[in-house]
DNA sequence: TGCTTGACATAAT
DNA sequence: CATTATGCCAAGC
């Protein structure tokens, strides 16, 4: 039997939805903080196939060098962009975030 | 049932 | 810095 409980999205979503306002996390470090390192791919899937009017902040989602990454529906990424801006976060000239600065410190943490 | 695609990451060249 | 190659795994066809 299978040692997961629930699906391996179910973990995802939960990581993203720890994500902190107005901060930012790459895919391999949300795949990472789910427990699933190396898998960062199913992470971008995951959100893919996120339904509308999910409370997932997805936007808080980004690529690790802090870009937001292309997606198939053109325009999409200056939705994500606006979301990301009007939480306060900034962005670099050529559309990058710092993510010195808002990238999210995400703990594996041991449950406190 | 098996091949292709995909909101990625990392290393090598 | 750009391009190529490889790993990873679920969903679609």
Do not use: C
């Amino acid at each position: 039997m299978t040692i997961v409980s629930g699906s391996v999205y179910e973990r995802i979503y939960a990581v993203v939805r720890r994500i902190p306002r107005g901060r930012v996390a790459s895919y391999g470090q949300v795949a990472r903080l789910a427990g699933l390192p190396g898998r960062a791919r199913q992470v971008g899937y995951a959100m893919h196939a996120l339904p509308a009017g999910t409370r997932v902040p997805w936007h808080r989602v980004v690529n690790a060098e802090g870009q937001i990454s292309r997606r198939r529906v053109p325009g999409a990424e200056l939705t994500q962009r606006m979301l990301l801006e009007r939480e306060g976060v900034r962005f670099d000239p050529g559309k990058r975030i710092p993510l010195a600065k808002f990238g999210w410190k995400g703990t594996i943490m041991a449950r406190a």
